[in-house]
Nanobody, 125 residues
Framework: QVQLVESGGGLVQAGGSLRLSCAAS????????MGWFRQAPGKEREFVAA????????YYTDSMKGRFTISRDNAKNTVYLQMNSLKPEDTAVYYC??????????????????WGQGNQVTVSS
């Protein structure tokens, strides 16, 4: 069973940075994609970024490209989301997710099978 444990959220001022971590266990992840999603109060969960565990291909939502960077550490089975130039509208619960494969529906929430518990990120103005 896949387990995803997130850490690194918190409160930051606008313009600041945070790095989220997602430690994965329970599987061999070489065939997996790992992703980050977020959900703000009263809004639907939305795709942020994804990375292919084998090969390191990445994909981002256009609005976050250039500010957010997804990466992985194979030795630690950990995926990261580096968030820079944070804005108050980035305030949300951020979720790590995993599923087998990589394809054109990578940004579709329902495509992902395994989820972390969520981690609050609050950006103050």
């Amino acid at each position: 069973q896949v387990q995803l444990v997130e850490s690194g959220g918190g409160l930051v001022q606008a313009g600041g940075s945070l790095r989220l971590s997602c430690a994965a266990s329970g599987r061999t992840f070489s065939s997996y994609a790992m992703g980050w999603f977020r959900q703000a109060p009263g809004k639907e969960r939305e795709f942020v970024a994804a990375i292919r565990w084998s090969g390191g291909n990445t994909y981002y939502t256009d609005s976050m490209k250039g500010r957010f960077t997804i990466s992985r550490d194979n030795a630690k089975n950990t995926v990261y989301l580096q968030m820079n130039s944070l804005k108050p509208e980035d305030t949300a619960v951020y979720y790590c997710a995993a599923h087998v494969g990589w394809g054109p529906d990578i940004a579709v929430v329902t495509h992902w099978t395994d989820w972390g518990q969520g981690n609050q990120v609050t950006v103050s103005s």
